[in-house]
Nanobody, 121 residues
Framework: QVQLVESGGGLVQAGGSLRLSCAAS??????MGWFRQAPGKERESVAT???????YYADSVKGRFTISRDNAKNTVYLQMNSLKPEDTAVYYC?????????????????WGQGTQVTVSS
């Protein structure tokens, strides 16, 4: 059974930091990524990373967030610094089995349950 389990969300003040982790089990993924969905908005890409460590970042998080992965542990991380209230959302981890690098949420096959990140002003 394939599972992705996120952890590390929570409540933080603006300017603070959080680190999200996503542990995958059951299979490995060529690309993994973090996506988020705020109330009333569509799910959007935050950052994605390939098996060979190519990365993509949304413009809104460039310079503040860093995605990384440990292939031996089948785990992906998202270090979030200088958080802003507009970063508040449910953050989802996802894995792509299609064998190519993409940032599009609809091209990711497996999803975690999500973790809430709330940034207060």
């Amino acid at each position: 059974q394939v599972q992705l389990v996120e952890s590390g969300g929570g409540l933080v003040q603006a300017g603070g930091s959080l680190r999200l982790s996503c542990a995958a089990s059951g299979r490995t993924f060529y690309a993994m990524g973090w996506f988020r969905q705020a109330p009333g908005k569509e799910r959007e890409s935050v950052a994605t990373i390939s098996w060979s460590f190519s990365t993509y970042y949304a413009d809104s998080v460039k310079g503040r967030f860093t995605i990384s992965r440990d292939n031996a542990k089948n785990t992906v991380y998202l270090q979030m610094n200088s958080l802003k209230p507009e970063d508040t959302a449910v953050y989802y981890c996802a894995g792509n089995t299609k064998g190519y690098f993409t940032s599009r949420p609809d091209e990711y096959d497996y999803w975690g349950q999500g973790t809430q990140v709330t940034v207060s002003s």
